[in-house]
């Protein structure tokens, strides 16, 4: 049986029920390129991680011909000639990203965001406020977002962030992209959803729960507690009350630190120039940092990684004295490392960043022996960096370095032409 209105909390408190949506922006990578060129709508168009990488988003029109995700990019243009294929621009995603999101946030105080294309909203209470029901509500967001940014997207609502997320899924094949699933509707909700499509199951956990029947979502939650808890755990147990209406994980605006932040793509040729591959990082490096300073954390740990034209990924990584996010002080470690890893006899096709090892920057523990004012300085500067992108675009401001000694020297160069 489906809770009611209320549910009892470890506690023994009696909590009220919440209303939760997830929204999701549909086809996202797709959507924010024809924001930037409207003659894209309608057409077959695949996002690609580069030029000889692979599908990473399609459009509708490209699902229907058929082609699946992860497809190699020689291939895809082989087979299905008549779609569109573009190389990814993750700077400009994220911008749109940032945008999207700060609309929810005038919408409702509470907001997680989920990734990129994803955040789940707390709308409890917001109907009396706005005066409209849920379903009206979710209209007025997406309509918002579609007049603010381009960019459609599908919303889910229930009283949990696991059942929000099962009637986004829902609201895609919907007409207006719109699924509310309420006390009702949350047993219908359930025998709808097959097993692996639940958030949390996915393929890896499906055969295992077939096999003991379980073949619907529904089916899920009709097992016992003791059952559950013996073969999933509490993360599973937690999962079943979560699926019945009862809100266990709650939505929050607590950002959690990533766990890796890393930045690569594909050679424009083929290289073993070592000059060549430390520009390209070094290109990556800033990606990397910025996305770091964005998300007010430094990092502990480096790594380098390099692909070779056969595809074969040699990486290795070091972890910092200190927590970092400037280029240069990642840059150093990061140089040795490809050093480390590179060949001349062997011929590449990529160079990558990986950062790992995260601490919020205001939680930083100074050394007693550290040079304080040499790392105010550098924080200042990557400061002025990003103001300076922010105001003029992204790399206006470049770095780069002279390859006459073992730690390089680095230089600033400001892109006048843009």
């Excluded at 709508?41 to 996002?47: H, I, P, S």
């Excluded at 040729?269 to 990606?287: G, P, Q, V």
Aim: aromatic letters at 10%; hydrophobic letters at 35%; proline letters at 2%.
């Amino acid at each position: 049986m489906i809770n009611g209105d209320y549910y009892w909390s470890k506690r023994g408190q009696v909590l009220e029920q919440k209303y939760i949506a997830l929204i999701d922006c549909d086809c996202f990578f797709v959507s924010c390129e024809r924001t930037l060129n409207p003659d894209l709508n309608g057409k077959a168009v695949c996002v690609t991680s580069g030029e000889r990488g692979c599908v990473i988003a399609r459009s509708k029109e490209a699902k229907e011909m058929g082609i699946p995700m992860g497809h190699p990019l020689f291939m895809a243009k082989r087979d299905y000639p008549n779609c569109i294929y573009i190389c990814a621009n993750h700077a400009n995603y994220g911008e749109i990203s940032y945008r999207v999101m700060s609309i929810l946030r005038e919408f409702s105080p509470t907001v997680e965001v989920y990734s990129i294309d994803e955040a789940f909203v707390d709308l409890t209470g917001l109907a009396k406020l706005y005066k409209k029901n849920y379903y009206n509500l979710a209209q007025y967001i997406r309509e918002a977002i579609l007049d603010k940014t381009g960019i459609p997207v599908s919303i889910g609502i229930s009283r949990t962030k696991s059942l929000a997320k099962l009637a986004s899924d829902k609201s895609k094949s919907s007409d207006k992209h719109i699924c509310i699933a309420g006390r009702c509707g949350i047993s219908k909700l359930l025998k709808n959803t097959y097993i692996d499509e639940v958030w949390g199951i996915g393929r890896r956990l499906s055969p295992k729960l077939r096999g003991h029947g379980i073949k619907t979502a529904y089916d899920y939650v009709q097992k016992n507690d003791v059952w559950i808890k013996s073969h999933f755990g509490k993360v599973g147990l937690e999962l079943k009350y979560e699926l019945m209406g009862n809100l266990i994980n709650k939505v929050t605006n607590e950002r959690a630190l990533p766990k890796s932040i890393s930045d690569s793509r594909a050679f424009g040729e083929f290289s073993s120039d070592l000059n060549y591959i430390k520009n390209e990082l070094m290109i990556h490096i800033h990606a990397a940092c910025r996305k770091l300073r964005k998300s007010g954390c430094k990092c502990g740990t480096i790594g380098v990684m390099l692909r070779t034209k056969d595809f074969k990924v040699y990486y290795d990584k070091v972890n910092t004295e200190r927590q970092v996010n400037f280029e240069f002080e990642i840059s150093q470690e990061a140089f040795q490392l490809l050093e480390h890893l590179y060949n001349p006899q062997i011929i590449y096709r990529s160079v990558g960043i990986v950062l790992e090892n995260f601490h919020t920057a205001d939680c930083e523990q100074l050394g007693l022996f550290d040079e304080n004012q040499l790392n105010e300085k550098s924080e200042n500067l990557a400061k002025s960096i990003d103001k300076l992108e922010s105001k003029f675009g992204r790399n206006i401001v470049k770095t780069g370095f002279t390859n006459k000694e073992i730690a390089p020297k680095q230089e600033f160069i400001i892109n006048s032409s843009e």
